[in-house]
């Protein structure tokens, strides 16, 4: 009888698992993958794709096309019975239907850390998927649109201020790419633009070496970029934002990117988890008999840092590789091989033709860092063809694109409506 294999979650990790069982498994494997959404998203280049020099037909990959041979179900995982080995998933539509499955891989990733901050929900943006890239893309190009409109100062401050909450990679990234792209396109606007990063922690990166962080600090200061560090966003309402530092900000673009936390469906499914959430893997990658965990939902444990792996692409695509073999060798009754990697570094983009890297210790900045940066996350895309497209594409021709807003994008069915409203009057 065929072996039936469950992955539940198809971004990086899930995907490159099932792409690995799908090429080095027995024909007696049957991989079932599912997902809410039919796409994988490439998260390193959405701040790319906000500021329009990555398409975001380039940072998603459609998971079917991708998974030839493999069951593609697009639901999210709502039950899990270990002890039976059933699954339940439920579909947008709220069809529910149960799997039964030999061994369960979870790899559902996190979703943004929400802290009790009043108006956060009601008016902050999120910045992990694609369709939030998008949305802050067009929404700084609208800001702009209605500051070169409005005859009233106050409104024009307020439009052209844009505060990022978080000053990690997502954070730093996605306010340097959004104001380097206005500075391109905008360059009249631009001088009255006004943007803050705020950093609860006395320096921002703190993932990256302390140099290369207080590089970037620099680098961001000189081009006119408040950075506040020390200070907490501690409230959103009517177009003002009150740090903890007493400063008030007044703006009606708040992004949010102060990190995430494992998927709340582990806890959910009743799986234990530890406080960010994250379901314990041993270095097989196994959580217990039938189960196996990878990538940012679970805490995988560092054999070089004696720490659990940090939430990296750089590690759920090698621990993907890793618990697919381990998952096949376990099929075969085979010895199971230990998770290892050595962190190559870090890069950033802060720009067009601007970045920051470190490689295996060795510190890289400016055009140098930035075309390190692209050709590193063009041969991490799954997919060879796509990788190799969007390489060419990238390289050719990113700086000639010029964003425009396309606002009715999120309401596309007002011009129908508007057309039906006056012609009943008419
Ligand atoms: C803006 C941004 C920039 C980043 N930049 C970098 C970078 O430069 N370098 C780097 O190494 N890392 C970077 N990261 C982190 C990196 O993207 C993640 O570590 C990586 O995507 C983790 O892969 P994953 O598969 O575990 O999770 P994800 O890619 O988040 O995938 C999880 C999947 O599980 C699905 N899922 C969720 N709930 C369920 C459910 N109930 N049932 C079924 N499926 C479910 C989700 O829809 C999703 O498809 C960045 C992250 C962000 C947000």
Same mark, same amino acid.
């Given at each position: 009888?065929?072996?039936?294999?469950?992955?539940?979650?198809?971004?990086?990790?899930?995907?490159?698992?099932?792409?690995?069982?799908?090429?080095?498994?027995?024909?007696?494997?049957?991989?079932?993958?599912?997902?809410?959404?039919?796409?994988?998203?490439?998260?390193?280049?959405?701040?790319?794709?906000?500021?329009?020099?990555?398409?975001?037909?380039?940072?998603?990959?459609?998971?079917?096309?991708?998974?030839?041979?493999?069951?593609?179900?697009?639901?999210?995982?709502?039950?899990?019975?270990?002890?039976? &080995?059933?699954?339940?998933?439920?579909?947008?539509?709220?069809?529910?239907?149960?799997?039964?499955?030999?061994?369960?891989?979870?790899?559902?990733?996190?979703?943004?850390?929400?802290?009790?901050?009043?108006?956060?929900?009601?008016?902050?943006?999120?910045?992990?998927?694609?369709?939030?890239?998008?949305?802050?893309?067009?929404?700084?190009?609208?800001?702009?649109?209605?500051?070169?409109?409005?005859?009233?100062?106050?409104?024009?401050?307020?439009?052209?201020?844009?505060?990022?909450?978080?000053?990690?990679?997502?954070?730093?990234?996605?306010?340097?790419?959004?104001?380097?792209?206005?500075?391109?396109?905008?360059?009249?606007?631009?001088?009255?633009?006004?943007?803050?990063?705020?950093?609860?922690?006395?320096?921002?990166?703190?993932?990256?070496?302390?140099?290369?962080?207080?590089?970037?600090?620099?680098?961001?200061?000189?081009?006119?970029?408040?950075?506040?560090?020390?200070?907490?966003?501690?409230?959103?309402?009517?177009?003002?934002?009150?740090?903890?530092?007493?400063?008030?900000?007044?703006?009606?673009?708040?992004?949010?990117?102060?990190?995430?936390?494992?998927?709340?469906?582990?806890?959910?499914?009743?799986?234990?988890?530890?406080?960010?959430? &994250?379901?314990?893997?041993?270095?097989?990658?196994?959580?217990?008999?039938?189960?196996?965990?990878?990538?940012?939902?679970?805490?995988?444990?560092?054999?070089?840092?004696?720490?659990?792996?940090?939430?990296?692409?750089?590690?759920?695509?090698?621990?993907?590789?890793?618990?697919?073999?381990?998952?096949?060798?376990?099929?075969?009754?085979?010895?199971?091989?230990?998770?290892?990697?050595?962190?190559?570094?870090?890069?950033?983009?802060?720009?067009?033709?601007?970045?920051?890297?470190?490689?295996?210790?060795?510190?890289?900045?400016?055009?140098?860092?930035?075309?390190?940066?692209?050709?590193?996350?063009?041969?991490?895309?799954?997919?060879? &063809?796509?990788?190799?497209?969007?390489?060419?594409?990238?390289?050719?021709?990113?700086?000639?694109?010029?964003?425009?807003?396309?606002?009715?994008?999120?309401?596309? &069915?007002?011009?129908?409506?508007?057309?039906?409203?006056?012609?009943?009057?008419?």
């Amino acid at each position: 009888m065929s072996r039936r294999i469950l992955i539940v979650g198809g971004g990086y990790a899930g995907l490159t698992a099932a792409r690995r069982l799908l090429s080095k498994g027995p024909r007696d494997i049957d991989v079932t993958l599912v997902s809410p959404h039919a796409y994988m998203t490439y998260q390193p280049l959405l701040p790319e794709t906000a500021a329009g020099t990555v398409q975001p037909s380039h940072v998603v990959v459609p998971l079917r096309s991708a998974l030839p041979g493999a069951r593609v179900l697009t639901a999210a995982l709502s039950a899990l019975d270990t002890d039976r &080995r059933v699954a339940t998933v439920t579909a947008a539509d709220g069809t529910v239907q149960e799997l039964a499955y030999d061994e369960v891989v979870l790899a559902v990733g996190s979703v943004t850390r929400i802290l009790p901050v009043p108006g956060l929900v009601e008016h902050a943006v999120g910045f992990r998927t694609v369709e939030e890239a998008l949305h802050l893309g067009n929404r700084v190009l609208h800001a702009l649109d209605r500051a070169a409109t409005t005859a009233d100062a106050a409104t024009r401050r307020r439009a052209l201020t844009f505060v990022f909450a978080g000053g990690g990679y997502a954070g730093i990234e996605a306010l340097a790419e959004l104001e380097d792209m206005v500075r391109r396109t905008h360059p009249s606007l631009h001088c009255e633009t006004r943007w803050v990063l705020v950093e609860a922690a006395d320096r921002i990166l703190a993932q990256m070496p302390e140099r290369l962080a207080s590089y970037v600090h620099r680098r961001l200061a000189a081009r006119g970029v408040e950075v506040v560090t020390g200070a907490r966003v501690e409230s959103i309402a009517d177009g003002h934002v009150r740090l903890s530092d007493g400063r008030v900000l007044d703006t009606e673009t708040v992004v949010w990117t102060v990190g995430g936390v494992a998927s709340p469906v582990l806890r959910q499914v009743g799986l234990p988890v530890d406080q960010q959430g &994250r379901v314990a893997a041993d270095e097989h990658l196994r959580v217990c008999d039938g189960v196996w965990a990878l990538g940012d939902c679970a805490s995988v444990p560092d054999i070089h840092t004696g720490g659990p792996c940090a939430p990296t692409a750089q590690h759920a695509v090698r621990q993907a590789v890793r618990v697919a073999d381990n998952v096949l060798a376990h099929v075969r009754g085979r010895r199971l091989r230990p998770y290892r990697h050595k962190d190559a570094g870090a890069v950033a983009s802060l720009g067009l033709r601007k970045g920051v890297a470190e490689l295996y210790g060795v510190p890289v900045r400016g055009y140098l860092a930035w075309l390190v940066h692209r050709l590193y996350h063009g041969s991490r895309l799954p997919c060879r &063809r796509r990788r190799l497209l969007v390489t060419i594409l990238w390289l050719l021709g990113s700086t000639s694109r010029e964003p425009v807003a396309l606002h009715a994008l999120e309401s596309p &069915r007002a011009p129908l409506q508007d057309a039906h409203r006056h012609q009943s009057i008419a």
